[in-house]
């Protein structure tokens, strides 16, 4: 199972990015989550949002709102598009599946949100 995340980049306060994260996995696997992570400096990783096989999406609080999960199975990607960025939402982004055989990180793609 791979994952490969991107999309980060530095944007100004209020302005927006969609993160994307490919995956390869075999067909024998089964997803049952997607997730999307993030990591500030100094602080410990924290959920962003997740997305179930089914559709169900959940998201923190500060997330609510703002950024939206999503996925293209075709593409074989998941996405998190986010809105209305603050300088807290700077961060490093990681994406994670959670499979049948077990749960897998992409690396990370670095979010700048300049004041």
């Known amino acids: 199972v791979q994952l490969q995340a991107s999309g980060g980049g530095l944007v100004q306060a209020g302005g927006s990015l969609r993160l994307s994260c490919v995956f390869s996995i075999p067909p024998r696997i089964d997803i049952v989550y997607m997730a999307w992570y993030r990591q500030a400096q100094g602080n410990e990783r924290e959920l962003v949002a997740t997305l179930t096989r089914g559709g169900t999406t959940n998201y923190a609080d500060f997330a609510k709102g703002r950024f939206t999960i999503s996925r293209d199975d075709a593409k074989k990607t998941v996405y998190l598009q986010m809105l209305s960025l603050k300088p807290e939402d700077t961060a490093v982004y990681y994406c994670?599946?959670?499979?049948?055989?077990?749960?897998?990180w992409g690396q990370g793609t670095l979010v700048t949100v300049s004041s």
């Open positions: 994670r599946i959670g499979a049948t055989t077990g749960h897998y």
